[in-house]
């Protein structure tokens, strides 16, 4: 790839982690100073500032050690620094997915009407169970992490061993663990979250479809205000969809591919990894009153602020 090519694939990955740090972080701030207000967290705000602060800490990490890796390629396969990234990075991204599934899950249980009696019990349960769902996506990321640290450190012992059985070399056997090892592992701790997730959704973008096909048919128009509420929230849900879908491939393939800083591919990989916690925290900003009220609120302080 031309260095010209490869030097915009760099600012363009710059420049979405930075966005993404930032809405993030306005998730955060604008949530909790509604908690310290108001004394109390609904369980929505509870779900969206986990999600937002596992997002925030994790574009950082996710940041400094693509640059750092590439920048510094020899001493973040030699030294500790592969280690010490690899245990922030996969504790943060086993608990974003978690999140983010616990967050489709309530929009679920909250939005759609089923009669069932399993999703009714679910529908009365769930919103109380949010706090000790949180917690137990941190016990688990947390023994994820653990799994991925003890690759990690085998990987990180091969390097300076260099004595394999079967007379391999340490790129052999390195690619043999990658292969084997950690992608089936990320594999199955991403899948588990991502089936919850697509039954959720799967679910609540057949109720809006049937809702809004049975509004459309008793307005006779697509200009009532109910219908178009509704093809609105039908629309964020499929973008939550394809940006979770697209994190989760981007996550497994890049586990099966382990592609270098110097391969013409590392930046957009990047950036189509880093894509969906970028992109889908500004949707939740618009597609959330109190966010995107104090959002707006915003953009014409600095609209002033400019123009003065």
Not at 14 to 38: D, K, P, Q, T
Request: glycine letters at 6%; aromatic letters at 20%; one cysteine or more.
């Amino acid at each position: 790839m031309k260095p010209g090519l490869t030097a915009f694939f760099i600012l363009l990955f710059a420049l979405l982690c930075v966005l993404g740090i930032l809405a993030n972080g306005f998730i955060v701030l604008v949530l909790s100073r509604e908690w310290m207000r108001s004394g109390r967290l609904l369980p929505s705000d509870m779900i969206l500032i986990s999600l937002g602060a596992s997002r925030f800490c994790l574009q950082w990490v996710g940041m400094v050690r693509n640059f750092y890796f590439f920048l510094h390629l020899v001493e973040y396969c030699r030294g500790t620094a592969w280690q010490f990234f690899g245990l922030h990075w996969d504790f943060l991204n086993s608990a974003t997915f978690w999140f983010g599934t616990w967050l489709s899950v309530l929009f679920c249980v909250k939005i759609a009407t089923f009669t069932h009696p399993t999703f009714l019990w679910l529908k009365w349960r769930f919103p109380g169970s949010v706090p000790w769902l949180l917690l137990g996506s941190l016990l688990v990321a947390f023994i994820v992490t653990l799994l991925f640290f003890w690759g990690n450190y085998s990987m990180y012992q091969g390097f300076f061993i260099r004595k394999f059985s079967g007379n391999m070399t340490y790129e052999q056997w390195s690619r043999r663990l990658e292969i084997y090892y950690f992608l089936p592992l990320k594999f199955i701790t991403l899948s588990i979250p991502c089936s919850i997730f697509l039954i959720s959704i799967a679910l609540l973008i057949t109720f809006l479809r049937r809702h809004t096909r049975r509004m459309w048919h008793n307005a006779h128009s697509l200009q009532d205000s109910s219908t178009q509420a509704l093809t609105s929230a039908l629309r964020s849900i499929i973008s939550f969809l394809v940006l979770y879908v697209m994190s989760f491939v981007s996550l497994v393939v890049d586990a099966a591919l382990f592609l270098s800083s110097d391969s013409d591919w590392y930046w957009p990989w990047q950036i189509l990894t880093y894509l969906g916690t970028s992109v889908h925290s500004f949707i939740l900003i618009l597609s959330n009153l109190r966010l995107r009220r104090v959002f707006r609120q915003l953009l014409l302080l600095a609209r002033g602020f400019w123009v003065a």
